[in-house]
């Protein structure tokens, strides 16, 4: 698996993470109330989002794609050694 397929499944993972909390949310009512089970989902669901994202930035660190780092695939896409993106 590459770097850029693992984001791709990241931000999906999120996105439909986020929107499930969107749905209980508009669903019950009263929620921040609550000391229940919605609320013990709603808070287990925002710590698993925050470490996805987490997760995400490690796959995806900050690089400047240097010059001497750039090469060529076998299938002729530009890549960065450095992070392993492609560019």
């Given at each position: 698996?590459?770097?850029?397929?693992?984001?791709?499944?990241?931000?999906?993972?999120?996105?439909?993470?986020?929107?499930s909390?969107?749905?209980?949310?508009?669903?019950?009512?009263?929620i921040?109330?609550?000391?229940?089970?919605?609320k013990?989902?709603?808070?287990?669901?925002?710590?698993?989002?925050?470490?996805?994202?987490l997760?995400?930035?490690?796959?995806f660190?900050?690089c400047?794609?240097?010059?001497?780092?750039?090469?060529?695939?076998?299938?002729?896409?530009?890549?960065?050694?450095?992070?392993?993106?492609?560019l």
């Amino acid at each position: 698996m590459t770097v850029k397929k693992a984001i791709k499944i990241m931000d999906w993972w999120i996105n439909q993470k986020t929107q499930s909390m969107q749905q209980l949310v508009s669903e019950w009512n009263h929620i921040e109330d609550d000391k229940g089970i919605a609320k013990i989902l709603l808070d287990s669901d925002k710590i698993t989002i925050l470490n996805l994202e987490l997760i995400k930035k490690e796959l995806f660190p900050y690089c400047s794609h240097p010059i001497k780092m750039r090469d060529r695939g076998p299938d002729e896409v530009m890549y960065c050694m450095n992070c392993n993106s492609d560019l």
